[in-house]
């Protein structure tokens, strides 16, 4: 296990190295008055189809990015944002209040504001600045729903108290992204920085509030595991999850620039997930009592800045998965997913098949270690 440590330390070290290198060439000139996005995607709201507003929110930058360890392998946010720099006074509130301005929530009754990070940290948005923007939204009456994202640590009963008051006749999100339940796949696999434990005390509180949900985002196709490990890993992930989260979000792992996740893909020690991944867990699911348990949702395409590549299948079939992943986020009809089929389902099963013969034997610490061997002798 030593040896591991100082090894996973190495794949750490280089990959903050990469950082660091783009971090330089990177032009930061911003403007903090404008939000650095915000789109239109399909949601489900009380049995309904609904439309719902994504803000990006032009931002200081995730507080675990910005440490020596880099922040989780897939995540690319920090680069869209200050990367730590504290924004002028007033930036968050007056980028929310100008993209605000711009819509007719009458069509929109749910809001999802991200800020590339933890909403609820008050060193990445100022507290005050955050509650007046829940203030604003506290008096449209056509918004129903409003998402909110943090990692555990940052959720207390002072900001909860605070938002389930101002916010006393909408129902809120918050987004954790646990990504799996399993402590050493969250630790070797993504470099997430907390535990279950951690995760589960937070879940308890947030259950204390009756206008506050809990949405848990689950991480499918991780670095490392194979797409049967992954299966497993993600149907495990929703049983242990069954009573506790109210809303879980599978997300598949998009190609992010310079991130770990990238720097494996780009070298071939990474294939991001087939769309064929969703319908085999939804096809082990889908008749069981689990499903009741909480509202599943699919999700993988909302970031800032834009990933270069999403999860897929082949040119083919690529418009229909995405239409099917659109219908079910819309309507939870899973024959939408359950129906896809293309030749390119063969070449799914027989990577499967090569990868249980060839890889699965292999021990995760193993497999990390011979990803670093691979990146030593390329820079000698
Ligand atoms: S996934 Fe979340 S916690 Fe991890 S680095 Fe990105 S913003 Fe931070
Ligand atoms: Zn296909």
Redesign the pocket.
């Known amino acids: 296990m030593e040896l591991l440590k100082s090894d996973k330390n190495k794949i750490l070290t280089h990959f903050n190295e990469v950082l660091k290198i783009k971090k330089r060439n990177l032009n930061r000139e911003f403007s903090f008055d404008k939000v650095a996005n915000s789109t239109i995607n399909k949601g489900y709201l009380n049995g309904s189809k609904i439309d719902r507003i994504i803000f990006y929110l032009r931002s200081t930058g ?1 507080e ?2 910005c440490t020596k360890m880099g ?2 392998f897939m ?1 690319g ?2 680069f869209g944002t200050n990367m730590g720099d504290t924004l002028p006074k007033n930036s968050f509130y007056n980028q929310f209040l100008s993209e605000y301005n711009k819509y007719d929530f009458s069509k929109y009754p749910m809001i999802c504001i991200y800020n ?2 933890s909403i609820l940290n008050d060193n990445e948005i100022p507290r005050e600045e955050l509650y007046r923007i829940l203030n604003v939204i506290k008096r449209n009456n056509d918004i129903k729903r409003v998402v909110l994202e943090s ?1 555990p640590e940052f959720i207390n009963v002072e900001v909860l108290n605070q938002i389930s008051n101002i916010l006393n006749d909408k129902i809120v999100e918050i987004g954790i ?1 646990l990504e799996t339940s399993n402590d050493k796949v969250r630790e070797y696999c993504i470099n ?1 920085g907390f535990n279950f434990k951690n995760y589960l005390e937070k879940v308890k509180l947030i259950k204390n509030y009756s206008n506050i949900k809990t949405l848990t985002y689950v991480t499918v196709k991780l670095l490392f595991l194979t797409i049967d490990e992954s299966i497993r890993d993600v149907i495990q992930t929703m049983k242990d999850l069954s009573g506790l989260t109210d809303i879980i979000s599978l997300e598949p792992i998009s190609i992010q620039k310079n991130t770990l996740v990238e720097l494996l893909y780009t070298n071939k020690l990474y294939d991001p997930p087939k769309g064929w991944i969703i319908k085999e867990i939804l096809a082990n699911l889908h008749n069981t009592n689990l499903m009741k348990n909480f509202e599943l949702r699919i999700g993988g395409f909302e970031f800032f800045p834009i990933p270069d590549l999403f999860i897929s299948n082949c040119n083919k079939c690529n418009k229909k998965l995405y239409d099917a992943i659109d219908i079910y986020n819309s309507t939870k009809d899973v024959n939408s997913i359950l129906t896809l089929s293309c030749d390119c389902y063969e070449e799914f099963k027989k990577k499967i098949y090569i990868e249980n013969n060839t890889v699965s034997h292999i021990p995760l610490e193993e497999r990390i270690c011979n990803s670093l061997e691979y990146f030593l002798y390329k820079s000698l």
Do not use: I, L, P, Q
Request: hydrophobic residues 15%; positive net charge.
């Open positions: 995730c675990w990015s922040g989780c995540c946010h920090y590339a990070g990692r992204g997430k």
